[in-house]
């Protein structure tokens, strides 16, 4: 390795990483999908109050804890966000995500608007980087969430009366995506990460490495 390849050497701190969107837009499969391409990339294991659907396991799609423990998490100031949603309390345990942005580890975060908010506004706000999915349509998002038959009528009805609010703040997030096609909005996704990687203020060998090139051009000259 050269001195300027080794000057570029470092540990940046990891990035967080937020999708949101309205339930059915496709978050959660854009979530799988950046994932599977990069196995450095870590998923921030939600807690919550609802009970485990058919197939998932405490500790892999989520912490699954009673109301009375998860509120004593709230007062100690173990999460990092949180929110109450349809009935059941959601929330980001902060030490496993500390630990992961201060060793370099890009982290990301499937959650809704307002568990976006506090993430912005929280101390880790410098680290983060927020992308909201857009569906195509309203009639899509309605078939969409009809077709993973995962919840009842009255609940995807819930789910779409909701759906205005959570677009209602698409603004408030770096960057927006349609998701039409889920391959295309994959790429997308891809990129807005490498750059953000790329980024001057997250390179920390850059300065150094900067240095030794106005170092190479005084020795040309004396």
């Not at 990460?193 to 170092?215: S, Y």
């Amino acid at each position: 390795m050269s001195s300027n390849q080794t000057s570029l050497a470092g540990t940046r701190r990891g990035l967080l990483i937020i999708l949101s969107s309205p339930s059915g837009a496709g978050k959660s499969t854009l979530a799988g999908r950046l994932m599977a391409w990069d196995a450095s990339l870590s998923f921030s294991v939600s807690a919550t109050t609802r009970p485990p659907r058919p197939g998932e396991l405490d500790g892999r799609e989520y912490y699954f804890r009673e109301r009375a423990d998860f509120e004593d998490m709230i007062d100690a100031g173990e999460m990092l966000e949180h929110a109450e949603v349809f009935g059941n309390l959601y929330g980001s345990p902060r030490a496993p995500v500390q630990e992961a942005i201060e060793a370099g580890r890009d982290v990301i975060f499937d959650i809704d608007w307002q568990g976006g908010q506090q993430v912005r506004n929280s101390t880790l706000s410098k680290d983060v980087v927020s992308i909201f999915i857009l569906p195509p349509s309203i009639a899509e998002l309605d078939r969409r969430l009809r077709a993973r038959g995962q919840d009842s009528p009255d609940v995807i009805a819930t789910r779409m009366a909701q759906s205005e609010a959570e677009i209602s703040h698409w603004a408030e997030y770096d960057y927006v995506l349609v998701n039409e096609d889920i391959d295309e909005t994959e790429e997308k996704l891809k990129t807005i990460l490498t750059a953000e990687r790329l980024h001057r203020d997250r390179q920390p060998g850059l300065a150094g490495f900067v240095r030794e090139l106005n170092a190479e051009f005084r020795e040309r000259v004396t």
